[in-house]
């Protein structure tokens, strides 16, 4: 992990100016039916895209839509810092998108199924309010393919 001190002092302002109150605490909502019955969609924020698709920019709060028959071997990732490693990424995408493993949990009914689509953000460059818009409209396209559940992997 990179210290605050390492960084050059223009990314020290840059990541002290993202000081946020504290979270209130998690809202607990019990499920309504078992896992191996929902359906399950993947939300990423490493940035990631189809090739011919435009990547992200650097503040951006925009999403991508990542088809469920995606060849997640096949993405590239706009997401770049000083402090993210993308070297386990370039090995194996499931660890940022572990599309692979939620497959095979569905090839064995531990989930009912995954959603047509999963969704990427580009992560770390802004506050959570720029975000907003995106996740409503993320949320609604969720709730029309019938998605139970979520899986983020925050990046």
């Known amino acids: 992990m990179v210290r605050l001190s390492d960084l050059s002092e223009h990314e020290q302002a840059h990541l002290l100016a993202k000081t946020l109150p504290p979270m209130t605490p998690p809202q607990w909502v019990s499920p309504r039916k078992p896992l191996s019955q929902m359906r399950v969609a993947l ?17 951006d709060a925009s ?3 990542i088809p469920n028959e995606a060849d997640g071997a096949k993405l590239v990732m706009s997401h770049s810092s000083v402090n993210f490693d993308r070297s386990g990424f370039a090995d194996d995408v499931n660890l940022v998108f572990p599309i692979d493993r939620f497959r095979e949990l569905e090839q064995r009914g531990q989930i009912g199924s995954l959603g047509d689509v999963h969704y990427s953000f580009m992560g770390a460059g ?5 975000y907003e818009q995106g996740a409503e409209q993320v949320a609604g396209l969720l709730k029309k393919d019938k998605v139970d559940a979520v899986f983020l992997t925050p990046v």
């Open 43 to 59: 939300i990423t924020t490493a940035g990631l895209h189809s090739r011919d698709e435009a990547g992200f920019s650097f503040l």
């Open 63 to 65: 999403f991508r839509p």
């Open 126 to 130: 802004l506050t959570p309010d720029a």
